[in-house]
């Protein structure tokens, strides 16, 4: 491994670990999302001096989020292993596995907990803050879906215009204010 690709190897393993696989596994999809042909299980297991064991249950992570996928080579016996897809790709699929793993369940466990009955005061308080959970969760999960329907080039063209458009909703609060100013 070059030095360049062994610094993206190992920080993309750490930034695994918040993104919801293990660091090895990190370190696994990193190489494999920058190597140009691709490597088998033995490769993997000697460029990042891991076991094969931990090689195996690696790719089997990286197949279950739908990251990784297996060629075959005419006349060859081994496996290969290939990132699927581009970037954006796998950008969405890790936010669609984080979705279906963090935010259904709770998701899920809140409107249990909306539909109870309030026992008190402090009961009524707690559910109208889980109402307020639920409803962003609810929009941010809306959101997201619709994000996963644009094209890639859209989808980067709307993100750069993000900052654009929070720094207008700014200026019209700012002109509200001064509005509101004045005619008190």
Excluded: C
Excluded at 42 to 48: D, M, P, S, V, Y
Excluded at 65 to 80: M, N
Excluded at 136 to 151: A, D, G, H
Aim: hydrophobic share 35%; proline share 3%.
């Amino acid at each position: 491994m070059s030095p360049m690709v062994e610094s993206f190897v190992l920080h993309f393993g750490e930034m695994g670990s918040r993104w919801g696989f293990n660091r090895t596994v990190g370190q696994m999809y990193a190489l494999l999302v920058v190597s140009k042909e691709p490597l088998t299980a033995n490769h993997l297991a000697e460029e990042l001096n891991i076991s094969r064991g931990n090689v195996s249950m690696g790719i089997k992570e990286l197949q279950s989020w739908q990251l990784i996928s297996t060629k075959h080579v005419p006349g060859d016996r081994k496996e290969y292993y290939q990132s699927l897809g581009t970037i954006w790709d796998m950008a969405m699929k890790v936010f669609e596995e984080r979705r279906k793993r963090e935010v259904d369940p709770t998701l899920s466990m809140l409107r249990d907990v909306l539909l109870q009955q309030p026992g008190n005061e402090g009961d009524e308080y707690a559910q109208d803050r889980l109402h307020e959970i639920h409803d962003l969760l609810e929009t941010v999960t809306t959101w997201s879906r619709e994000l996963q329907t644009m094209k890639p080039e859209n989808l980067n063209t709307l993100m750069k215009l993000g900052s654009g458009v929070g720094k207008v909703l700014d200026f019209k609060e700012s002109i509200k204010e001064k509005v509101r100013k004045t005619g008190d």
